[in-house]
C-alpha cells in the first residue's frame, strides 16, 4: 500500500471513528447519572439531524443546528422527568428495556412526522463535490468538521466535569449517590441534566454527521449498536475512552478492508470487539469500580 | 344545553354519510376483495409506500368509475415492514381468513419468494411488484410479475457500457436481495458483452460512508462503476466518489429512477447513468409513444393526491392492478383460478413499466425494449442517448 493510500484510509476510518465516537459519548453521560444504557440513544442523533434538516430550508444552518439542539435535549429531558423516572423503582433493568420502547416510539414519531424519506443536511462548507486534497488523499471537508465537533464535545465535557459545581456534581453523584445526596446535591437534577446533554450531544452529533451520511428515520438504531459497541469497547462510563475506542474500531474497520472482502468487516470488528471483552470485561480502557451497575 | 346541539351535529353528520354513497353512481354487490402487501414501512419503504398510496389511488379511481364487472374493489393492504415472516403470515390471512381472489405485491423480492409457494398452493394469483428474475423462473402457474426482469436491465448496462468504450468494471452491491440480486445478474452477462468485473463487492444496507470501500475500487483502476442498492447507499456511493475526486463514470440500478433520490445526491447525482421503464421521461417521449398518455395521467394523479413525485415503484402498483382488472373483465368472473388463466391471455396491455403482454410461458410480460436508459443533467432526469 503506498502512502497516499494509506491516508485515505486513515481518513475513512477517523471519520466512522467520530461518528461512533459522538453516539458513545451520550451512552457514558447518561450511564454515569444512572447506571442504565440508554438505547434511544441513537434516536436522539436522528432527532438532532431529522429537525436541523427541516428547519434549515428556512432559516440559516447554525440557527437550525441550534434549535435542533435545543429541541432534542428538551425531549431528553421530558423522557427523563416524565417516563423513566417513574419507572426507576422497578431497577436498572426494567429502565433499560424502557429505552427501548421508547427509541421505537421516537422512531414511529419521526416517521408520522417526515415520512420514509431521506433527508440532508446542508454541507457546512461547499457542498457535496467539494473534496480537499491532502498529501494525496481526498476527503471532503465536512470531515474535518466532525473531526472538529467531536473534538470540541469532548474538551468542553472534560471542562464542565472538572471545573464548574454543576460538573464536579454530577461527577460526585455519579461516584456516590448517597454521599452526594448528603452534601445537598440533588440526584434527580443530576440525571435530568445528564439525559438533557446526551440528548443534547447526541442531536449535535447527528446535525454535523448529517451533510455526509444523510439521515432518516430509522438511522437511530444503526447508530445506537455503533455507539453501543464503540462504550463497550472503551469501558462504559469512560468517554475520553469512549474517544479512542471510536477511533481504534473506525480504524479497524477501514483498514480491514484491504485485506477481507467489505461484507465481512463488521465480523472483524466484532471478533475483535469479543477478544478484548473476554480477556478484559470491563472493556479496554474500563475500571472494574466503574463496570459496577449503577443505582438509579 | 351544549351536549344537545352538539348530538344534534352527530347525528347530522351520521345521516349525511349514510346517504352519500346514494349520491353517487356507487358500484354495486359484493366487494371483490384485492389483497395487498407491501412494505409500507421499514428498510423498504422508498418502495413501499409509492404502492400503497399508488394501490389506494388506484382503487378509488376504479370504484369511481363503477368497478369491476359492476362490482365495487375492496383493496386490503399489510404492511409487512419488508419482514418475509409478516409476508408469509399476511400472505395466509388474506387467502384463508379474508378470501382475496388476488394479491399484489409483496414489495421486495426476499418476500416475494418467502410467499410464492404459498399462492401457488392455494391458487390465488399473486402478482409481485419486485424485481427479482426467481419469482417468475421457473413460472409457477399463480405467480405474475411486473417489474422489468433484471436481465433486461443488466443487459441494457451492459450495452450502453459497450457504446461507451468500457470494459473494466467494478460492482457494488448493498446486501440485501435487490443488491445479491444485481451482482448475481451482473456478474452472469458480463462476459457475454465482453466485460471484466475487477472488483465485485456487497456493502451493510445502512453503511453511511463507503469511502474506504470505494478507495479499494479505486485502486484496481476500473473505467466504471456499477453500484446496485436502494436509498440510502445509493446517494451515499455518488457523494463519497466525488468526494474522493473518483472520475470514473457512475452507473446505478433501476432502483435510483425517482427523482428525489437526485435531490438526496445533489451535484453529486450530476452524470449518473441508470436502467429504467419510460414513466421518469414520460414527458420527453414523443407524442407517438403508447404509453406517454398513460405516464402523464399517473404523474399527474399521483402529484395532485400525495403532493410528491410518482416513482417508477409506485407505477408497479398501478400496472399489478390494472393487469388484475383487464383480466376479471376478460374472464368475467372474480374466480381465483379464472384470473390467473386470463391473465396468460392479457396481450398489448399499456402499463407504466411497458407493454405487457402475458403468456403461459412468460409470467412478467416485459421486453427488453421497456428498458430506457436515462441520466441526470441539471437535477432533472434526461433520456440517455450517448456521447
Redo the contacts between chains.
Keep these: 500500500m503506498d502512502g497516499s493510500l494509506f491516508i485515505q484510509y486513515f481518513v475513512s476510518g477517523l471519520t466512522y471513528g467520530s461518528i461512533y465516537a459522538a453516539v458513545a459519548i451520550g451512552f457514558n453521560i447518561i450511564y454515569n447519572a444512572t447506571g442504565i444504557i440508554n438505547f434511544a440513544q441513537g434516536e436522539f442523533a436522528m432527532l438532532g439531524g431529522m429537525i436541523a434538516s427541516s428547519l434549515a430550508r428556512s432559516c440559516p444552518l447554525w440557527l437550525a443546528i441550534a434549535a435542533a439542539v435545543v429541541a432534542t435535549a428538551v425531549v431528553g429531558v421530558a423522557i427523563e422527568r416524565l417516563l423513566l423516572r417513574r419507572v426507576s423503582r422497578f431497577g436498572v433493568l426494567k429502565m433499560i428495556i424502557a429505552t427501548i420502547g421508547i427509541s421505537i416510539v421516537l422512531r414511529e414519531l419521526a416517521l408520522a412526522a417526515w415520512g420514509e424519506s431521506v433527508r440532508t443536511v446542508p454541507f457546512f462548507t461547499g457542498n457535496e463535490v467539494s473534496s480537499i486534497s491532502f498529501l494525496g488523499a481526498n476527503f471532503s471537508p465536512q470531515v474535518l468538521w466532525i473531526v472538529g465537533a467531536i473534538a470540541l464535545v469532548a474538551v468542553a465535557l472534560t471542562l464542565y466535569f472538572k471545573l464548574t459545581l454543576t460538573g464536579k456534581a454530577m461527577r460526585g453523584c455519579s461516584a456516590s449517590r448517597d454521599g452526594a445526596s448528603l452534601c445537598g446535591i440533588s440526584p434527580g437534577r443530576m440525571v435530568a441534566i445528564a439525559f438533557g446533554m446526551s440528548a443534547a450531544i447526541g442531536a449535535f452529533a447527528g446535525c454535523v454527521v448529517a451533510p455526509l451520511t444523510q439521515t432518516h428515520y430509522a438511522i437511530g438504531s444503526t447508530l445506537s449498536v455503533k455507539g453501543f459497541t464503540v462504550a463497550a469497547f472503551g469501558g462504559l462510563g469512560n468517554s475520553v475512552a469512549a474517544i479512542a475506542a471510536g477511533f481504534l474500531l473506525g480504524m479497524l474497520e477501514s483498514f480491514s478492508i484491504v485485506v477481507v472482502p467489505e461484507a465481512y468487516k463488521d465480523v472483524v470488528t466484532i471478533v475483535v470487539l469479543l477478544t478484548v471483552l473476554v480477556a478484559k470485561p470491563t472493556g479496554l480502557f474500563g475500571s472494574r469500580a466503574a463496570g459496577a451497575l449503577k443505582e438509579y | 344545553m351544549r351536549l344537545g346541539r352538539i348530538a344534534r351535529i352527530v347525528i347530522f353528520c351520521a345521516l349525511a354519510v349514510s346517504l352519500l354513497p346514494s349520491a353517487f353512481a356507487a358500484p354495486k354487490g359484493d366487494p371483490i376483495k384485492i389483497g395487498a402487501v407491501f412494505a409500507v414501512?421499514?428498510?423498504a419503504?422508498?418502495l413501499g409506500?409509492p404502492e400503497d398510496r399508488t394501490a389506494r389511488m388506484v382503487v378509488d379511481e376504479i370504484n369511481k368509475d363503477g368497478g369491476i364487472l359492476g362490482r365495487p374493489v375492496q383493496l386490503i393492504v399489510k404492511d409487512t415492514g419488508a419482514s418475509s415472516e409478516k409476508a408469509i403470515s399476511f400472505a395466509k390471512q388474506l387467502i384463508d381468513e379474508d378470501n382475496v381472489v388476488a394479491i399484489i405485491g409483496p414489495t421486495t423480492s426476499g418476500e416475494s419468494m418467502a410467499i410464492k409457494d404459498i399462492c401457488q398452493k392455494s391458487g390465488v394469483p399473486l402478482i409481485s411488484c419486485a424485481s427479482a428474475e426467481t419469482i417468475t423462473t421457473p413460472i409457477a402457474k399463480y405467480v405474475f410479475k411486473v417489474a422489468p426482469k433484471d436481465n433486461y436491465v443488466t443487459e441494457a448496462i451492459y450495452k450502453t457500457m459497450n457504446k461507451m468504450g468500457i470494459s473494466k468494471i467494478g460492482v457494488l452491491a448493498a446486501?440485501t436481495g435487490f443488491g445479491n440480486g444485481g451482482k448475481a445478474q451482473l456478474e452472469k452477462y458480463a462476459q457475454a458483452y465482453g466485460i471484466t468485473i475487477a472488483i465485485s463487492?456487497?456493502?451493510?444496507a445502512?453503511a453511511?460512508?463507503l469511502?474506504?470501500?470505494l478507495?479499494?475500487v479505486n485502486?484496481t483502476g476500473v473505467q466504471a462503476i456499477v453500484n446496485w442498492s436502494i436509498?440510502?447507499a445509493q446517494?451515499?456511493v455518488?457523494?463519497n466518489m466525488?468526494?474522493?475526486?473518483m472520475t470514473q463514470q457512475l452507473f446505478q440500478s433501476h432502483g435510483f429512477a425517482n427523482i428525489?433520490?437526485v435531490a438526496?445526491?445533489?451535484?453529486?447525482a450530476e452524470g449518473i447513468i441508470f436502467p429504467c421503464s419510460r414513466l421518469v421521461v414520460a414527458d420527453q417521449l414523443p407524442d407517438s409513444n403508447p404509453q406517454k398518455k398513460l405516464l402523464q395521467k399517473y404523474n399527474a394523479d399521483y402529484r395532485a393526491a400525495y403532493k410528491e413525485d410518482a416513482s417508477t415503484f409506485g407505477g408497479h402498483a398501478y400496472d399489478s392492478l390494472a393487469i388484475i382488472k383487464a383480466a376479471i373483465e376478460s374472464a368475467k368472473s372474480a374466480d381465483p383460478a379464472k384470473i390467473a388463466a386470463a391473465i396468460e391471455g392479457v396481450k398489448g396491455l399499456s402499463g407504466t413499466a411497458g407493454i405487457f403482454g402475458f403468456s403461459a410461458q412468460d409470467h412478467n410480460g416485459l421486453q427488453p425494449d421497456a428498458i430506457v436508459m436515462v441520466t441526470v443533467k441539471k437535477g432533472k432526469f434526461v433520456l440517455y442517448e450517448g456521447k
Design positions: 414501512t421499514g428498510p419503504a422508498y409506500a446486501n463487492e456487497v456493502y451493510d445502512n453511511t460512508d469511502t474506504a470501500l478507495t479499494k485502486a436509498e440510502p446517494a451515499i455518488a457523494k466525488k468526494q474522493l475526486k428525489k433520490y438526496a445526491a445533489g451535484e453529486a
